[in-house]
């Protein structure tokens, strides 16, 4: 179920007496459906889902961290992000990105602007970062994706397309990016990021439909 069913649910089935449980990292969670957010406290690694219902407007999180409603709903609101990712291939080899200050890879691309078509916003961010012509030639799926970095907690909506570039040998326009082929058969013991996008990639295959990989799955 996504956070907009699950609002959706809230709305029209309140529980008044939803039953506790407790996550890994100490959290304890709503078990009826209810509205969701993500927060993390100090003993946390991976996300937590918070479970509130209509008569319980604050759940504990770890740490003793609260988190109510209305924070949610703004937190969600500022961070939901919609990224077109370019799937671009030459001689069994794919293309990646590389921030300079970071160990790990992923696919070439960037942030949609508001208002800004998808396909738009991926042929713009590829002139940005590589200032070549660029091609959309499909689409090959949606990996929808939730991270915590410091205090932030972001949820991405990863829109991916297969992509043909003019140039053979891209360089890097960005001064904190750098750009390098990855044979395919390397793919899965590298470290590309998200992982459930690299996950999605290796099960997708060749000559496959769209896929659609929901958040933490």
Same mark, same amino acid.
């Given at each position: 179920? %996504?956070?907009?069913?699950? #609002? *959706?649910? &809230? !709305?029209? $089935?309140? &529980?008044?007496?939803?039953? =506790?449980?407790?996550?890994?990292? +100490?959290?304890?969670? @709503?078990?009826?459906?209810?509205?969701?957010?993500?927060?993390?406290?100090?003993?946390?690694?991976?996300?937590?889902?918070?479970?509130?219902?209509? @008569?319980?407007?604050?759940? %504990?999180?770890?740490?003793?961290?609260?988190?109510?409603? #209305?924070?949610?709903? %703004?937190?969600?609101?500022?961070?939901?992000?919609?990224?077109?990712?370019?799937?671009i291939r030459r001689n069994n080899?794919?293309?990646?990105?590389? !921030? #300079? %200050?970071?160990?790990?890879?992923?696919?070439?691309?960037?942030?949609?602007?508001?208002?800004?078509?998808?396909?738009?916003?991926?042929?713009?961010?590829?002139?940005?970062?590589?200032?070549?012509? =660029?091609?959309?030639?499909? *689409?090959?799926?949606?990996?929808?994706?939730?991270?915590?970095? +410091?205090?932030?907690?972001h949820h991405e909506l990863n829109?991916? *397309?297969?992509?043909?570039?003019?140039?053979?040998?891209?360089?890097? !326009?960005? &001064?904190?990016?750098?750009?390098?082929?990855?044979?395919? @058969?390397?793919?899965?013991? =590298? &470290?590309?990021?998200? +992982?459930?996008?690299?996950?999605?990639?290796? =099960?997708?295959?060749? $000559?496959?439909?769209?896929?659609?990989?929901?958040? $933490?799955?």
């Amino acid at each position: 179920m %996504t956070l907009a069913q699950r #609002h *959706f649910a &809230d !709305q029209l $089935n309140p &529980d008044p007496s939803p039953t =506790a449980t407790t996550h890994s990292c +100490g959290l304890r969670r @709503n078990a009826k459906i209810g509205r969701t957010g993500v927060a993390s406290g100090n003993n946390c690694s991976t996300p937590a889902t918070i479970w509130l219902t209509a @008569n319980s407007p604050v759940a %504990t999180i770890c740490q003793g961290r609260t988190f109510d409603r #209305h924070e949610r709903a %703004t937190m969600s609101a500022a961070t939901t992000e919609i990224i077109a990712r370019a799937i671009i291939r030459r001689n069994n080899q794919i293309l990646l990105a590389r !921030q #300079h %200050t970071k160990a790990w890879s992923f696919l070439p691309g960037g942030h949609v602007e508001p208002g800004e078509r998808v396909e738009v916003a991926l042929v713009r961010e590829l002139v940005e970062e590589l200032d070549t012509e =660029a091609k959309i030639t499909g *689409f090959v799926g949606v990996v929808e994706y939730g991270y915590i970095e +410091g205090d932030i907690t972001h949820h991405e909506l990863n829109l991916v *397309f297969d992509v043909d570039i003019a140039d053979d040998e891209p360089v890097s !326009q960005e &001064d904190h990016l750098s750009f390098h082929w990855l044979p395919l @058969n390397q793919l899965a013991e =590298a &470290d590309v990021r998200p +992982g459930s996008l690299k996950k999605a990639l290796l =099960a997708a295959g060749d $000559n496959q439909p769209p896929f659609w990989h929901p958040w $933490n799955s």
